[in-house]
């Protein structure tokens, strides 16, 4: 377990992104945030995605972090067009 939970904890603490925020962008409850960083629970895939779009909405440095830090590198939407 644990790879999106542990990226998704470092950006949120190097962004000073809140738990409650990023449930509040996501239309989530808080408890799931919690669960994710915790690492009790990995997000689905789907969930991943959703991080992704709503650290967007907050700080696109963070999304961009989060993608870097999950994925391995980050996701330039330009490339994906190609």
């Known amino acids: 377990m644990g790879k999106a939970g542990k990226a998704l904890k470092q950006v949120l603490e190097t962004y000073s ?6 449930a509040l962008t ?3 409850s808080r408890s799931n945030t919690h669960r994710w960083i915790h690492e009790i629970v990995d997000p689905t895939g789907d969930s991943i995605l ?7 909405i907050i700080n696109p440095a963070a999304a961009r972090e989060f993608t870097q830090l ?3 590198r980050a996701i330039d939407p330009e490339e994906q067009e190609g």
Do not use: H, K, S
């Open 50 to 56: 959703e991080i992704r779009d709503a650290l967007e």
């Open 17 to 22: 992104i809140t738990q409650y925020r990023l």
């Open 70 to 72: 999950y994925w391995g």
């Open 26 to 28: 996501m239309q989530i």
